[in-house]
């Protein structure tokens, strides 16, 4: 126990320091001659003043700039500074944020095979119909004008490997393959429908990678009967299923006739009551947007999950499949902290790039936070086998520690030791997640997905 308490006594160097902010500010451009506002100080202020930037006119910007830094500088001025470069150099330094993270050690456990356990999804917002020309929105009775933000990050270790500003139509399909080249072996992708393209999944393949997928409702599969290919009927599946009373099988099918691509299907037949929800939601979806009524083939399918990986059934036996899925989820918890205490979306009409550096502030006050909330919920779970409300912690961070959070982050003049041992007080008591009766918490999904390959009881 000791030895894990010790594991909050991390000492680091400032994730920023003055030089190394100048030296981003210069080359982004945002810097080229002395400046008032250098990187060092635009970085404080978009950053850490955050909570009011939504509020906050350029003259309240000014204002402040002169009573608390002693830098005058008019508000016209200022206007001009949140140009192109502005938000360079913000770009510039969450990228760096990213690639020193707090800490790289596994998280909890050891799935044998899966080195990381990667989950993706993306958040929107609409914004003022003035971006359209740079953001365009779905149109319709939404708005014309709407940002989308990607996320990715692994499970096991809380690392973040990408965090970005795109265009709504920036559809996710196509950004699935965006972060192929940063997969490495042993890396286990789980998405939603709408990211499993079949480049995507052929992609991972070759990077030695696994993945594991909802089958899209469109997507086709065929079985080999014989020397032939055959199309699987889902209806028929089903019929089978229930005369049998199964709740689970699996199959080796193709994706794709000529593709031919060759992966695991395991397939759960559905509860009544999830199966009418499924299916009451098609048929308003279609009713919406002129459509005929769902398929018969789509209402099979509605009776049943699908899941396709490349894992073996030693890695993760079919069992598992449904509950290492619904990890994707806490994605959806993570967005609702953005929205709900970090206010990503509220934002007033302002010019593109002030627009551009508000959200960009937002992702870098994130992932800062991210790191402190993920390490104590490591330490609180291993001590106490006490699960950690992310969005409570979240809370009290962005709320109550902001400031130290800047003291160590941008000044570096504390040890962040300090602050993370105050905070798992506080978590131990008041951060605890409140479990729903029946509904296990991510991490008893994490354990019980894990292979014991050391004998280790959790």
Not at 39 to 58: A, C, P
Not at 314 to 319: A, G, N, T
Request: hydrophobic share 40%.
């Amino acid at each position: 126990m000791n030895s894990l308490i010790a594991d909050l006594d991390v000492s680091i160097t400032p994730f920023f320091s003055i030089n190394e902010l100048e030296q981003i500010a210069r080359e982004t451009g945002f810097v080229q001659r002395q400046s008032k506002l250098g990187g060092y100080l635009f970085l404080g202020l978009i950053v850490f003043n955050s909570e009011n930037l939504k509020s906050q006119s350029l003259n309240d910007l000014s204002v402040l700039l002169r009573e608390e830094h002693g830098v005058a500088i008019t508000k016209q001025s200022l206007h001009e500074r949140f140009n192109g470069s502005a938000v360079q150099f913000l770009k510039n330094s969450l990228e760096g944020l990213l690639r020193k993270q707090l800490d790289v050690e596994p998280y909890l456990l050891d799935l044998s095979g899966i080195n990381r356990i990667l989950i993706k999804d993306s958040v929107c917002f609409q914004i003022d119909e003035s971006m359209a020309a740079d953001y365009p929105g779905s149109g319709g009775d939404g708005s014309k004008a709407a940002v989308r933000i990607q996320f990715e990050y692994d499970l096991l270790s809380g690392n973040i490997n990408d965090i970005s500003l795109n265009a709504f139509n920036g559809q996710d399909a196509s950004n699935s393959l965006a972060t192929i080249d940063l997969l490495r072996p042993g890396d286990l992708v789980i998405r939603d429908l709408a990211y499993v393209g079949l480049q995507a999944l052929k992609e991972m393949v070759i990077k030695s990678a696994f993945y594991l997928c909802r089958l899209g409702t469109n997507v086709k599969v065929y079985e080999d009967i014989g020397d032939d290919m055959v199309e699987l009927q889902f209806s028929k599946l089903h019929r089978q299923m229930e005369k049998q009373d199964l709740s689970m099988i699996e199959k080796t099918v193709h994706i794709g006739k000529k593709e031919n691509f060759r992966t695991r299907l395991i397939i759960h037949r559905l509860p009544a009551i999830e199966v009418e929800k499924r299916i009451r939601k098609a048929r308003s979806n279609n009713k919406k947007k002129g459509r005929n009524a769902p398929s018969p083939e789509y209402l099979a399918r509605a009776h049943l999950n699908l899941f396709v990986t490349n894992t073996s059934p030693e890695v993760v036996p079919s069992k598992n499949v449904w509950s290492l899925y619904r990890l994707r989820w806490q994605i959806e918890l993570t967005f609702k902290i953005w929205k709900s205490i970090c206010d990503i979306e509220k934002v007033k009409k302002v010019k593109k790039h002030r627009l551009e550096c508000y959200i960009y502030s937002k992702l870098i006050l994130i992932l800062l936070g991210w790191k402190v909330v993920w390490k104590t919920a490591k330490v609180l779970f291993t001590l106490e086998r006490k699960a950690l409300s992310f969005y409570k912690s979240f809370k009290t961070l962005i709320t109550v520690k902001m400031s130290e959070l800047r003291d160590i982050f941008l000044l570096g003049n504390k040890r962040i030791s300090s602050l993370l041992r105050d905070f798992y007080a506080i978590s131990r008591t008041n951060h605890l997640l409140e479990k729903k009766q029946g509904s296990p918490t991510s991490l008893e999904l994490l354990l019980s997905c894990a292979t014991d390959r050391n004998n280790t009881k959790y």
